[in-house]
């Protein structure tokens, strides 16, 4: 368990793993909204994954998750899993460069900040640092990078806030803890290297820590971490740092390759290729992660997101891929969130330019402001993003969720079922919501739309007559706000 | 503001803790750098032996024929300059090997012109900081009827003013850092630092400004001439005087301390078991009784002395380690102090001890019994045969095959120096200032920089000069703890962030991009890193290494293209510059962040 002191213990004692996925993620391949799939098929028919082999999500019609990501899906139906809908920032930018900018530093489209986001969030609740670190209330890194190099997110006014960890196990045996150590040469250079490394290594502010937590787990509890999957060797790291007892609540870690510009499929089957191989990686990374916590009994306090700095565009190019586009889906997990999916499908128009794409619904920021203000329980969120952002329900217990989790639960039954005649359909709305309730058949085919409209807080009751409807086994989803819920009626 | 009386202790003090209070500053920083540098948790760290590695040198002091290229220049400019600037590569690279180490001697160049003194900077008018010039003090002698001294006029012709020595001090290290960062292709000023380390003084011990400045220019004028002559001239220095108590030397209360220096230190060294004796120290020391300092100038140009009266005038007889020299008494302080000199300089101990000393600052500290044989001793007779001129001596082995041999190419531990000023350097960074108070703030903040990696020029840590070439076996090692390794790194993330700051708006950084604007092709991110790395890191740099810093520059990004983008839609200078200005900055700072707190960065 986390101890009482540490550097987690201003931030609730919470630990948050974020997940850069590296490129611009193709979110309508991700994500993929069912509900829209005809004029998707229109769109981007070169790279769409096959109806009937998007992932079904437990209680969800209109919207599945790409064959390759079982292991989220799992989660998702296991109740580990939200999902927040197209998430973006307002005047996109389109370079990688630069989105990845605003997503680090958590910037506006036109301001130009040369502090993270976490820095800053970090620097708030520890503004000495690094003067007088560690000590021994706050004996640990503030934030973790495995791999790679200290991300703008890290940055602080002065100081970046975290330090890198190598993503290699072998390279904790090294003298000196860097994502880059390569073997000196015996030469009067390399004897030198390697001396001025040793008491590098020595001077490293949190060697001693990171060493002893990888030696205080030395192996990964869960068996379920796939090989040869650069994501998931990061968070094996990660969870050895956690499950040795390092107090650290910031971690990031990356995977790349998303910028599928081409070839982002496989032409001859669309759920495989490179896309595929990426997201089953994100996924079978997350899940074994996810089980991994568990065995260690580190899962109520730890959650992660995923991120990329922008989506794709909705149409296919000539290329079998995608070119850079705006919002694109996110992914929360972890014992901590609100299970579920935040907002709607994007709708897909049947008429669109090829660079068309998603439109931001929520601001990354929300999210962000979200994981400060009710994972890490800060209230400073203001001098950390700029600005007051709406809370999403990602998390339980969120506070200013209430309202929204009201304004998309919803309870749904119809009576008398089976049905002879006719049957009324009841559903409670906590606000005032766009309904929308489709028939479908038993394969979820889409056979009418039963009523659309708009309806007040309160419980609602729908009549359906059966009409020459024939006797079988028939679905019906009422969305409430986007949100659906699928039930099952028998017609004699 | 109101100036008491200081000692130099609390000088140093005030003068911190003006600079945390100045509310332009960037606090958040500079008012904490003090405690930024206070020890952290000191770890015992390990004694690791000196290389056990026997590496065959092929080289001894013969010309080096081998090829003249980018990797000969720069290990050459690393070693003779501070940091390596691309500019003086490039003139280096134009020039025959003979010629480029020529150039650095000065051989065929215009003669020596000694820099202009350091001026009156301390002084803020606006805020009312630092000390102001009083131009007719009640209280001290000598002012009378001077002129008023004005910004930016030099302190040096002043007369001696206790509360203003701690500044003019300060005044001065500032105009030597200056000189170490506007140096040209010459190695006088790495030679400068050579003789500061040698005949080493402490300005904290001596806290007289002046006395201060000239030492150094003595020392600066004479780096590239004959060690005997500078060897008299800094026994007649007012500086050294001081500093080894030989003003206090006189035929009634001998003072020993600067003779057995001038033999155990300054020339012939305890390398080898027989050497000079107790009783030669004795008998030195009354040869240099009488040199004194002339009372009578201390307020205003304070001049050495020879005082007869204060002279030991009996025959001094040294021992069979001298060939039982006998330096016939009398009043004439000069012929007996040439005579000693003559004496101690016919020893071959003094050219081998001093030729060590030049192999250790310009090649490698670890000299084994080739080395020895095929470098040392043969350079050593080439000291003596030209009578002491350093020129020779560094010409041979600067042009050698054993400096240019690949194993003595990397393994220099680089000073503090080299890592403050070079690396300003590399960033061709020019000097400040909007205002001279401006120059000394950044000085002051270069200073501590240096200081908190223990190396502050004009204050070694005693006579022996720094640890980093006399202790052995550790040698360049001692430069490298938890402390200095910190902050090494300090500076480099200081530089790349908040920077030097005065003010808000006069700032003193690393500009990432007016670096990479002076490569090849900036916009290519495979040439760009291959030619950052050539300069700022010695060989050898792997590819991996370079693959490595080249994803920190593509932030992850996978196509090289959105490098070359970003590049030129920022050269191109559209409406979105300062968006792809950031980007640039951005990518560069961490790229070369990273680069600059290796470990590999550390060599030279």
Avoid at chain 1, 370 to 381: E, P, Y
Avoid at chain 2, 468 to 484: C, G, L
Wanted: glycine letters at 8%.
């Amino acid at each position: 368990m986390f101890g009482q002191l540490g550097a987690a213990a201003n931030l609730s004692g919470k630990v948050m793993v974020f997940i850069e996925l590296n490129g611009g993620n193709d979110g309508l391949n991700t994500l993929i909204p069912l509900d829209q799939y005809s004029n998707l098929f229109l769109h981007r028919g070169g790279i769409l994954i096959p109806e009937n082999k998007v992932l079904n999500l437990n209680g969800v019609d209109a919207t599945g998750l790409h064959p390759s990501m079982t292991g989220l899906k799992e989660m998702y139906d296991d109740g580990l899993l939200s999902i927040v809908q197209n998430v973006g920032y307002p005047e996109q930018d389109y370079s990688h460069f630069r989105s990845m900018d605003i997503w680090q530093s958590g910037s506006d489209s036109s301001e130009y900040l040369d502090t993270g986001w976490m820095g800053r969030a970090l620097e708030s609740e520890y503004p000495a640092f690094p003067e007088g670190y560690p000590n021994p209330d706050n004996p640990d890194p503030l934030a973790i990078q495995v791999g790679g190099f200290q991300p703008l997110s890290f940055m602080g006014s002065s100081f970046p806030m975290g330090m890198v960890v190598p993503n290699n196990p072998s390279d904790f045996d090294n003298t000196y803890l860097n994502e880059y150590v390569e073997p000196a040469p015996a030469t009067p250079y390399g004897d030198e290297l390697e001396y001025i490394r040793l008491v590098y290594g020595k001077s490293q502010e949190y060697f001693d820590v990171i060493k002893n937590a990888v030696e205080a787990q030395p192996s990964n509890l869960s068996s379920l971490y796939p090989s040869g999957n650069e994501l998931a060797d990061q968070l094996r790291i990660v969870a050895r740092l956690i499950g040795g007892g390092l107090t650290t609540p910031v971690y990031v870690v990356s995977i790349g390759r998303f910028d599928t510009h081409s070839e982002q499929v496989d032409s001859a089957a669309h759920e495989e290729g490179l896309h595929a191989e990426l997201l089953g990686n994100v996924s079978s990374a997350i899940y074994a992660f996810q089980d991994d916590l568990r065995l260690m009994g580190k899962d109520d306090n730890v959650a992660g997101m995923t991120y990329s700095e922008f989506g794709r565009t909705i149409a296919s190019n000539f290329s079998v891929g995608t070119d850079h586009g705006a919002a694109a889906p996110l992914f929360v997990f972890g014992k901590g969130v609100n299970p579920g999916i935040i907002g709607e499908n994007a709708q897909i128009p049947q008429n669109l330019d090829q660079s068309a794409d998603v439109p931001m619904a929520h601001d990354f920021r929300q999210v962000y402001a979200s994981v400060l203000q009710d994972w890490f329980g800060l209230t400073n969120i203001q001098d950390i993003l700029f600005h007051d952002f709406d809370i999403l329900p990602i998390f339980k217990g969120s506070s200013p969720s209430e309202e929204f989790v009201n304004r998309n639960r919803f309870e749904v039954s119809n009576y008398p079922n089976p049905v002879r005649t006719s049957t009324t359909i009841t559903f409670t709305s906590f606000s005032n919501a766009n309904v929308v309730i489709n028939l479908m058949d038993s394969q979820g085919r889409f056979i009418m739309k039963i009523v659309e409209g708009s309806y007040p807080t309160g419980v609602h009751r729908i009549r359906f007559d059966r009409s020459n409807l024939p006797s079988g086994t028939y679905l019906y989803q009422v969305r409430l706000n986007g949100i659906g819920v699928t039930k099952k009626m028998l017609v004699f | 503001m109101t100036v008491t009386t200081l000692n130099r202790r609390s000088f140093f003090q005030k003068l911190r803790s003006n600079t945390e209070e100045k509310p332009v500053e960037r606090t958040d920083f500079f008012g904490n750098k003090i405690e930024l540098f206070a020890p952290i948790s000191s770890q015992e760290l390990p004694l690791v032996p000196p290389p056990t590695t026997t590496i065959a040198l092929v080289g001894g002091l013969e010309p080096y024929t081998g090829p003249w290229d980018y990797e000969q220049a720069a290990h050459l400019l690393r070693r003779t300059t501070f940091g390596l600037k691309k500019s003086d590569l490039e003139t280096l690279m134009s020039l025959s090997m003979d010629e480029a180490v020529d150039k650095l001697l000065g051989i065929n160049e215009p003669a020596y012109m000694e820099p202009a003194p350091p001026v009156y900077n301390y002084y803020n008018p606006i805020d009312n900081d630092g000390y102001e010039e009083v131009t007719v003090p009640a209280n001290l002698p000598f002012y009378d009827g001077l002129p008023a001294l004005a910004l930016g006029e030099t302190w040096v012709d002043r007369p001696y003013n206790n509360d203003a020595e701690g500044y003019r001090t300060e005044s001065f290290r500032g105009w030597w850092l200056n000189l170490m960062l506007g140096q040209g292709i010459s190695i006088r000023e790495r030679m400068t630092l050579f003789w500061h380390n040698h005949f080493a003084t402490q300005t904290e011990s001596v806290f007289y400004g002046k006395v201060c400045y000239n030492h150094n220019q003595l020392l600066r004028g004479n780096a590239l001439g004959n060690f005997k002559e500078l060897t008299k001239l800094v026994t007649k220095d007012v500086m050294m005087l001081f500093y080894l108590n030989g003003y206090l030397n006189n035929k009634d209360a001998p003072d020993e301390n600067y003779a057995r220096e001038l033999q155990e230190l300054f020339t012939i060294g305890k390398d080898n078991p027989d050497h000079y004796t107790e009783e030669d120290v004795v008998q030195a020391a009354r040869v240099l009784t009488g040199w004194t300092i002339d009372w009578n100038t201390y307020y205003t140009d304070i001049q050495s002395v020879f005082y007869t009266g204060a002279h030991d005038q009996g025959d001094k007889q040294f021992s069979a380690f001298y060939n039982n020299t006998i330096i016939q008494g009398g009043t004439d302080g000069e012929t007996e102090l040439d005579a000693l000199l003559t004496m101690i300089f016919d020893k071959n101990e003094v050219s081998e001890y001093l030729c060590r000393k030049l192999y250790r600052w310009f090649v490698y500290y670890h000299i084994d019994a080739t080395t020895e044989q095929n470098v040392i001793q043969p350079l050593a007779q080439i000291f003596r045969d030209n009578n002491y001129d350093i020129l020779p001596v560094l010409e041979t082995l600067l042009k050698s095959t054993h400096f240019f041999d690949a194993v003595n190419k990397g393994c220099y531990i680089k000073t503090p120096v080299d890592v403050v000023i070079g690396s300003m350097r590399s960033f061709n960074m020019d000097l400040p200032s909007n205002t001279m108070w401006d120059d000394f703030v950044i000085k002051y903040f270069l200073r501590n920089f240096l200081e908190s990696m223990q190396m502050l020029p004009g204050d070694p840590p005693n006579v022996a000069g720094w640890q980093a070439y006399r202790q052995s076996p550790q040698f360049y090692r001692m430069w490298i703890n938890s402390n200095t390794s910190r902050n090494r790194n300090f500076y480099i993330y200081a530089m790349f962030s908040g920077g030097l700051a005065t003010s808000q708006t006069n700032i003193m950084q690393f500009d990432a991009i007016d670096f990479a604007s002076q490569f090849s092709d900036p916009g290519n991110a495979v040439t760009l890193i291959d030619e950052v790395t050539k300069l700022l890191l010695p060989p050898p740099v792997s590819d991996t290494m370079k693959a490595f810093l080249k994803a920190i520059l593509l932030s992850g990004a996978q196509n090289d293209s959105y490098w070359t983008v970003a590049w030129f839609s920022y050269a191109d200078g559209g409406i979105d510059q300062q968006m792809w200005e950031t980007v640039l900055k951005t990518r560069l700072n961490a790229m070369l962040g990273y680069l600059m707190t290796l470990p590999e960065f550390q060599l030279a």
